[in-house]
């Protein structure tokens, strides 16, 4: 089985503009959640997208958005970049919600620097 | 709410000695407690996890780590270290109300194994 499939890899923006990132979970996974990792917080979540609807929000800003498709793919947007957008946004799935016995499987990342 | 502080940032040890990473938590019910490992340019991987039953949990690659409701704290040990543990760790905890067992992540702690 293929795992967590994160694209771009890299990506250098700058102050103002936006960026789409994406994810695509392991096949038959229909749970996908996002995290930030930065040195100085380490893992933040995001959100958590489930049937194509936001089942758990973190605190960030309406910023940061994102959605799936009917295919469990997702997408994570940011708008209007600050420099402190600048880090490492993971993307997790898992098979369903609310299970606590099913670990979360990781994908590599896309390295966000905004300059 | 649920909280979890990794005692250091970063553990240097050398190649075959023993090595104990910090994990405390807080949280006002009951939770679950999870370890992963970040090697470079990787996402995370799960180590092991406490759900219920013996305190004392086992996990791959020699690493095991024991639950202490007392001392709400969830250490991660290993006996030998090899030049390949060289990795971020991250303790994370999940609630076990609410249902949708998002972890909270520490911040990490970067183990470093010299040779």
């Known amino acids: 089985k293929a795992g967590v499939t994160q694209t771009p890899r890299y990506l250098i923006k700058t102050r103002g503009q936006q960026v789409t990132l994406s994810c695509s979970p392991i096949s038959g996974h229909r749970s996908v959640s996002w995290y930030q990792q930065t040195p100085g917080q380490g893992l933040q979540f995001l959100f958590e997208y489930f049937s194509e609807t936001q089942r758990n929000k973190g605190n960030f800003p309406g910023r940061f958005s994102g959605r799936q498709f009917s295919n469990s793919r997702s997408e994570m947007n940011v708008s209007t970049l600050e420099l402190g957008d600048s880090a490492l946004y993971l993307c997790?799935?898992?098979?369903?919600?609310?299970?606590?016995?099913?670990?979360?499987?990781f994908g590599s990342g896309t390295q966000l620097s905004v300059l | 709410a649920q909280s979890v502080t990794q005692l250091d940032s970063q553990v240097p040890v050398f190649e075959e000695a023993p090595v104990e990473l910090r994990c405390n938590y807080s949280?006002?019910?009951?939770?679950?407690l999870f370890w992963y490992v970040q090697y470079p340019n990787q996402g995370l991987q799960l180590l092991l996890k406490?759900?219920?039953?013996?305190?004392l949990v086992k996990g791959i690659n020699g690493f095991e780590a024991e639950f202490n409701k007392s001392q709400t704290s969830f250490h991660l040990r290993k006996p030998s270290v090899h030049i390949s543990d060289t990795a971020e760790y991250f303790c994370?905890?999940?609630?076990?109300?609410?249902?949708?067992?998002?972890?909270?992540f520490g911040r990490g702690t970067s183990l470093i194994v010299h040779p």
């Open positions: 406490y759900l219920s039953g013996s305190t």
């Open positions: 997790a799935s898992r098979p369903m919600l609310g299970q606590v016995t099913e670990k979360l499987f």
């Open positions: 949280s006002s019910v009951s939770v679950y």
């Open positions: 994370a905890v999940s609630d076990t109300s609410g249902g949708s067992y998002i972890p909270t």
